[in-house]
């Protein structure tokens, strides 16, 4: 069987960068990360629940964090920031609160920051949660996979794959179904993929997906 490795944490140092940059020493490590995963949940949960529910995606593509002795730096990248930008001040004051009251930080400052990305499509985080949408909504999954080839398409990208497995339309037996368009190098270290792997819970179980997009070569 051929050995899989995270496409992400395969390019770390050529063409992927951190999510978190921050020092710490080997006895506090665990805990700067879990400090990093409740910062992510809480941040994600707010924009759940704040969410209009029209669209049904997030729109959040990835969050970077910054840590200092006397400051935490997060960076939200939104491919629809309309959501917390209405009444920025208002919402980001609250955000801020919840993340302080989630990490029980008083002593250090955090920054929230928000940047727009441009063709949010092309961002494997918000096809994925786009086309859960569409699975939770029992839209056949084939007819999802082409929609959202389609949208990566107006995003001026190389190449894309998707694959979904789990019980399928609420088949009996669980299978694994992909699509790919265009050229998706794995092996090549020096071309710039973007990867997520996203759950979405629908009436008949638990399904995944799993997103390659190929942007370009360095």
């Given at each position: 069987m051929g050995q899989k490795i995270n496409p992400l944490g395969f390019r770390l140092g050529t063409t992927q960068s951190h999510h978190s940059l921050w020092?710490?020493?080997?006895?506090?490590?665990?805990?700067?990360?879990?400090?990093?995963?409740?910062?992510?949940?809480?941040?994600?949960?707010?924009?759940?629940?704040?969410?209009?529910?029209?669209?049904?995606?997030?729109?959040?593509?990835?969050?970077?964090?910054?840590?200092?002795?006397?400051?935490?730096?997060?960076?939200?990248?939104?491919?629809?920031?309309?959501?917390?930008?209405?009444?920025?001040?208002?919402?980001?004051?609250?955000?801020?609160?919840?993340?302080?009251?989630e990490l029980n930080c008083m002593s250090r400052k955090l920054n929230i920051a928000i940047i727009r990305i441009g063709n949010p499509y092309g961002h494997p985080n918000i096809l994925a949660e786009f086309i859960a949408g569409q699975l939770k909504n029992r839209v056949s999954f084939r007819k999802a996979m082409k929609k959202a080839i389609e949208l990566t398409e107006q995003a001026d990208t190389k190449g894309i794959q998707i694959q979904i497995a789990g019980r399928i339309d609420g088949k009996e037996i669980a299978r694994v179904e992909w699509i790919r368009e265009g050229r998706v190098p794995l092996q090549t270290i020096g071309a710039k993929i973007e990867y997520c792997s996203y759950r979405v819970r629908t009436i008949y179980g638990v399904l995944g997906i799993k997103i390659w997009i190929f942007i370009d070569k360095e």
């Open positions: 020092f710490a020493q080997p006895k506090k490590y665990s805990e700067g990360l879990q400090e990093d995963k409740k910062t992510r949940d809480c941040i994600k949960n707010y924009v759940q629940k704040n969410m209009r529910l029209s669209s049904g995606v997030e729109g959040i593509a990835r969050i970077e964090i910054q840590k200092r002795l006397d400051l935490i730096q997060v960076i939200i990248y939104m491919g629809f920031p309309k959501l917390l930008i209405e009444d920025k001040p208002r919402k980001l004051k609250e955000l801020q609160m919840n993340v302080q009251k």
